[in-house]
Nanobody
Framework: QVRLVESGGGQVQAGESLRLSCAAS????????MGWFRQAPGKEREFVAA????????RYSDSVKGRFTISRDNAENTLFLQMNNLKPEDTAIYYC????????????????????WGQGTQVTVSS
């Protein structure tokens, strides 16, 4: 089992940047594929980005591609999300999540694929 704790959220102006972190504990972090999801008020939780357990493959939603970068440090048991050129529509609670997968496939974008979730961190972008 793995425990996930997000940090780094806050309130920024449009065009600014934030870096989210997700600290993992309790199990071998390097065994898990990791993802970032977000949920805005009144909306369903949506996929943002995912990264394979070795850190060599990543995927992004179209809405953040080119602005956000997902990365991980397996030695430090930490997942990151660098968010640049933030827009008001990026406002949401951001969650990190983990799942054990034998191979990288399209399930990375589905909330149902993930076994463990953090409590979330709020990101608010004002215009």
């Amino acid at each position: 089992q793995v425990r996930l704790v997000e940090s780094g959220g806050g309130q920024v102006q449009a065009g600014e940047s934030l870096r989210l972190s997700c600290a993992a504990s309790g199990a071998s972090f390097g065994s898990y594929a990791m993802g970032w999801f977000r949920q805005a008020p009144g909306k369903e939780r949506e996929f943002v980005a995912a990264i394979w357990k070795f850190g060599d493959v990543s995927r992004y939603s179209d809405s953040v591609k080119g602005r956000f970068t997902i990365s991980r440090d397996n030695a430090e048991n930490t997942l990151f999300l660098q968010m640049n050129n933030l827009k008001p529509e990026d406002t949401a609670i951001y969650y990190c999540a983990a799942y054990i997968a034998l191979a990288w496939d399209s399930s990375y974008s589905a909330t149902s694929a993930y076994d463990y979730w953090g409590q979330g961190t709020q990101v608010t972008v004002s215009s």
